[in-house]
């Protein structure tokens, strides 16, 4: 198993930034990729960013691209999503997720994570 506990969201006025944590035990994370995801209210979950278990590689949607940034400390077992310059239809409950060793498909699949927190608000308002 993967625990994986999320914390940082909450009400941000819209042009300001959060930093989401993403606290991760169980499998090894260092040897893990892991992904943000996020679901709006009657929306489906979409792909946010993703980033490799060395740190090397990294995805972002065209969405959140040059806004938003991931990273990770393998040393604290924590991913991170850096969000800047926020805009209204960036609120959503983000997600973390932990990627199957299994899945050889896209990056953005939903079904390439095997593992998810419970997720975060962010609420931005205008």
């Known amino acids: 198993q993967v625990q994986l506990v999320e914390s940082g969201g909450g009400l941000v006025q819209a042009g300001g930034s959060l930093r989401l944590s993403c606290a991760a035990s169980?499998?090894?994370?260092?040897?893990?990729?892991m992904g943000w995801f996020r679901q709006a209210p009657g929306k489906e979950r979409e792909f946010v960013a993703h980033?490799?278990?060395?740190?090397?590689?990294?995805y972002l949607s065209d969405s959140v691209k040059g806004r938003f940034t991931i990273s990770r400390d393998n040393a604290a077992n924590t991913v991170y999503l850096q969000m800047n310059s926020l805009k209204p239809e960036d609120t959503a409950v983000y997600y973390c997720?932990?990627?199957?060793?299994?899945?050889?498909?896209?990056?953005?699949?939903?079904?390439?994570?095997?593992?998810w927190g419970q997720g975060t608000q962010v609420t931005v308002s205008s």
């Open positions: 997720a932990a990627r199957s060793p299994y899945y050889s498909g896209s990056y953005s699949d939903i079904q390439g994570y095997d593992y």
């Open positions: 169980g499998r090894t994370f260092s040897t893990t990729a």
């Open positions: 980033i490799s278990w060395s740190g090397g590689i990294i």
